[in-house]
């Protein structure tokens, strides 16, 4: 259920703040210390990245992800939709049997939600949520600030180690060497895993596809080659376009943890479209 708190989200709440109050409370105050400038400026920095990854994440996790209208239906005449999602078997418009409607584009039924999901991307344990239209740049936004605020904790916790094996300083003793290796035990891998995540969707934006499209497009590429012809992705409608449709047309609000989406998820720009539209849908 969207918005209850599970223990993936206890998990990431917990991770969060030990590693926010060892980077601060100890690497911070025990190498720079807190009333210098040095060290004021690397908690204030950390703090604020620390924060606006708190705040998007909890936005990620009560959110709703979009939901498919029921009054929606798709219009085949409709001159404006070069294209129509169909089944794979039979080239039926998809219609979703649990949901007792039609799938608009790019929708999903998430078994774990029990309803359809636009523009789905995946279902998120760590947020309890699904990932889709509504929620996927506030979701992007928190990774990525998630991603800063480890890799500063993790140069931060370096270099304090790497300050006191070369001078041979031991004055927090057991304590001090015990709360450096806990925090990069969680710290290396948090890092590399969002780093990752982040990496993944940044291509995927870069190329207007969702991880399901992504997988779907492996598929649909392999089957076009086997009969000689050339796959491309219908939603992808140029770089620039591309990052618009999922952060917005302001630049300037790119990374701001608001949602700027265009469009109500029932429809999409193609790369059909009529080359003269410039406004995306």
Request: overall charge positive.
């Amino acid at each position: 259920m969207r918005g209850y708190v599970t223990l993936p989200i206890v998990i990431v709440l917990a991770a969060i703040v030990y590693i926010y109050c060892t980077t601060v409370f100890v690497v911070i105050d025990g190498w720079l210390g807190l009333s210098t400038a040095a060290g004021i400026a690397n908690a204030g920095a950390l703090t604020a990245l620390t924060l606006m990854a708190v705040v998007t994440y909890g936005m990620a996790v009560f959110k709703d992800p979009g939901r498919v209208p029921a009054s929606f239906a798709p219009d085949i005449e409709d001159p404006e939709s070069p294209i129509h999602e169909i089944k794979r078997k039979g080239g039926d418009l998809r219609y979703c049997q649990k949901c007792s409607h039609y799938k608009p584009p790019r929708a999903h039924h998430c078994r774990i939600c029990k309803r359809c999901v636009l523009r789905m991307d995946h279902h998120c344990v760590w947020i309890n949520n699904c990932v889709g239209h509504e929620n996927y740049k506030i979701f992007f936004v928190f990774v990525l600030f998630g991603v800063s605020a480890c890799i500063h904790s993790m140069v931060l916790l370096i270099s304090s180690a790497s300050h006191a094996l070369q001078k041979d300083q031991q004055q927090n003793g057991e304590s001090f060497n015990k709360s450096y290796i806990l925090c990069g035990t969680l710290l290396c891998p948090l890092t590399v895993a969002l780093s990752i995540l982040l990496g993944w969707h940044i291509y995927l934006i870069l190329h207007n596809k969702t991880t399901i499209e992504y997988h779907e497009g492996v598929r649909a590429m392999w089957l076009a080659e086997k009969v000689g012809n050339v796959y491309r992705h219908p939603y992808d409608i140029g770089f620039y376009e591309n990052l618009v449709s999922v952060l917005g047309p302001n630049f300037f609000c790119w990374f701001c943890p608001v949602s700027t989406n265009i469009g109500s998820g029932l429809r999409f720009r193609t790369a059909y479209d009529i080359p003269t539209s410039r406004s995306p849908i």
